[in-house]
């Protein structure tokens, strides 16, 4: 069960900060926010960040998100070594 919900987590995050469309979504909602709350746009585009988020607010388990924000930056510099574009 633990196992599913890291994978969970990490596919979420990726998917959010990866899919063209739903970045384009997020631009157009933050386009009407107050501008108090636009730096937070940043954190959506951010996969190490978002899974970060997305783990601690659904397990209210720090170490865990620490966790895998670490396995997210991991796979980010991997990708990024390999030039692999997905």
Request: charged share 15%; proline share 3%; hydrophobic share 50%.
């Amino acid at each position: 069960m633990k196992m599913k919900m890291i994978i969970d987590t990490l596919l979420i995050g990726w998917f959010i900060s990866h899919f063209q469309p739903v970045q384009s979504f997020l631009d157009k909602v933050y386009k009407y926010l107050p501008e108090r709350l636009q730096f937070t746009r940043s954190y959506l585009g951010c996969f190490k960040c978002l899974t970060f988020w997305i783990t601690l607010l659904t397990t209210l388990n720090p170490m865990l998100a620490i966790l895998l924000s670490m396995v997210a930056y991991t796979y980010s510099r991997i990708m990024d070594t390999l030039n692999i574009k997905i």
